[in-house]
């Protein structure tokens, strides 16, 4: 675990926790990475973030959904998200936690490319338009000799629509090139968001210590675009020149991006303004952080209660009792009765320990959210659903039938009714990519029966394009014995889930079981 000695907090930037870190820092954080890598073999992500990332996630309401689920909650999951564009700095200024520096993909792959030819880490090159990738590859090698380049591919990825579900066998070969020469880093410049929806479908088994997504980073190492002179990037007009590079492309991209993020970014500001103000109030009282965090501990789980003030200072005392919380335990509780304020540093903080959580399997809730500003502050910064997913959500009571005792080894998977003819299932918990790796898909098909198949997904905490896989794979299943599928009760998430990757009338969906019912009896 990490030390704020060593490391600046993480800026909650618009629902990402973006790492406060030089290009220098983040060059030593990737090698550092290299090495995690060796002792638990968990691909790393790196996301090089810029206000085209956050447009693409975010609706135009400040209080709205996420416009991608799924890319927003990859962005949430980074192991390294930098801020790769000047507005995210001059919004973390505005935010009164400044990040250190930009550091874009462009300067990044530079400055790594020199570090690992001395160091001699073994780097591949995927995507980019034709071969752009092996040109990037062979001027990097000519401008740092020793450069160690173990692959070069270019594939076209589907990430939406009919071709993203029948893409099981792209994957698999990309990932056989891949997995053979077992790269330290992979770069891959399938631009943003398909770089990063690819390595979040086939990161459990992907055998590359660190993933970076670099966007069109190729096309600027090897000269087809030209990146504007230093003065214009460290004025954060970038953006502008490359508009007036490449207009019919971009100009459309700027002209919703520029304007949505006004629309988003407003009323975060006024509130982060009441949310200073409350600090200096607070700051006052004097008050000992360690009186203000109180854990409750047993052998199954750990209850944190929050501070009241919670800043980087008290978010420091969790993070340097973290390993103990975690120790052993299955379930971690956040108590946020007590909390007033929140600043960007602690949200930042505070939802990175929330993900880590979640990866080692540890079962997370929020409990304790009243306070009316703490609570628009969370939907401000579009992670309310993170933190009130579990005080909303209603898990459907537990039934399984006789001849499936051991229904319960798919612990997404939960039987309401069954007979010969229908089986009705609800989803639970969340059904993305890493629960996907743990399930038995035969398992699966033997669970749900021999007859027709109602999905309800009114419990989903979360899906994304692996889960949708499951369900086309399932249907496919069930189309080969003559029987159908029919999904049901998706929440709003899921519905949008759906319009973004093009595939909501591809599967037949129903509001209720009852017209369900009716749709498989047509």
């Not at 700095?89 to 505005?94: E, K, P, Q």
């Not at 030209?226 to 970038?238: L, T």
């Not at 639970?428 to 898909?441: C, Y």
């Not at 098909?445 to 198949?453: F, N, V």
Request: hydrophobic fraction near 40%; charged fraction near 25%; proline fraction near 4%.
């Amino acid at each position: 675990m990490y030390s704020l000695t060593e490391q600046l907090p993480e800026v909650m930037i618009l629902g990402v926790p973006v790492d406060n870190l030089s290009l220098d820092s983040t060059v030593h954080r990737i090698l550092s990475m290299i090495k995690g890598y060796q002792l638990d073999w968990r691909p790393r992500q790196v996301v090089t973030v810029n206000v085209d990332f956050l447009m693409n996630s975010l609706s135009w309401l400040p209080f709205g959904p996420a416009r991608h689920p799924e890319l927003l909650e990859i962005l949430r999951n980074a192991d390294l998200v930098t801020a790769d564009g000047m507005p995210i700095v001059w919004l973390s200024r505005l935010l009164n936690a400044p990040l250190q520096a930009r550091v874009t993909g462009a300067d990044l792959v530079s400055s790594l490319a020199k570090k690992v030819a001395q160091t001699g880490h073994s780097v591949y090159f995927l995507g980019g338009k034709g071969s752009i990738g092996q040109q990037a590859a062979d001027k990097l090698i000519k401008e740092y000799p020793g450069l160690n380049v173990v692959g070069v591919d270019s594939p076209f990825v589907y990430t939406e629509g009919e071709e993203m579900l029948e893409a099981d066998e792209q994957d698999k070969a990309i990932l056989e090139k891949i997995n053979k020469v077992k790269p330290d880093v992979l770069l891959v410049g399938f631009g943003n968001p398909k770089q990063e929806l690819w390595f979040n479908r086939n990161s459990h088994k992907l055998k590359a210590a660190v993933t970076i997504g670099i966007g069109g980073t190729y096309e600027f190492i090897v000269g087809n675009v030209s990146r504007a002179p230093v003065w214009v990037q460290n004025s954060g007009f970038e953006w502008f020149y490359r508009i007036l590079q490449d207009p019919k492309r971009l100009w459309k991209r700027y002209a919703i991006a520029i304007p949505k993020l006004c629309v988003i970014t407003i009323p975060l500001l006024l509130s982060n303004l009441l949310q200073r103000e409350k600090k200096r109030e607070l700051i006052h009282d004097k008050k000992n952080y360690l009186s203000d965090i109180v854990q409750g501990l047993n052998s199954y789980e750990v209850k944190i209660k929050l501070s009241k003030r919670l800043d980087s200072n008290s978010m420091q005392i969790i993070i340097d009792n973290w390993e103990n919380y975690l120790l052993g335990r299955k379930n971690l509780l956040f108590d946020f009765i007590d909390v007033e304020m929140i600043d960007s540093n602690a949200l930042g903080m505070l939802v990175r320990l929330y993900k880590r959580a979640q990866r080692n399997q540890v079962s997370v809730s929020s409990i304790g959210l009243i306070n009316d500003d703490v609570i628009r502050l969370l939907k401000l910064t579009h992670v309310w659903d993170l933190f009130n997913e579990s005080e909303t959500r209603e898990e459907p009571p537990l039934f399984f039938p006789e001849k499936n005792k051991n229904a319960n080894n798919n612990k997404n998977i939960i039987i309401s009714e069954q007979n010969e003819k229908l089986t009705i299932a609800n989803l639970v918990g969340r059904l993305d990519a890493s629960a996907i790796a743990l399930m038995d898909f035969d398992e699966s098909i033997k669970l749900l029966g021999a007859g027709d198949c109602i999905l309800d997904l009114s419990s989903l905490s979360f899906l994304d394009s692996t889960g949708l896989r499951f369900f086309f794979h399932l249907e496919r299943d069930l189309k080969r014995r003559n029987k159908k599928m029919v999904l049901i009760n998706p929440t709003e998430m899921i519905t949008q889930l759906l319009e973004i990757t093009n595939l909501h009338h591809f599967f037949n969906i129903s509001d209720s079981r009852e017209d369900a019912k009716l749709t498989l009896n047509q």
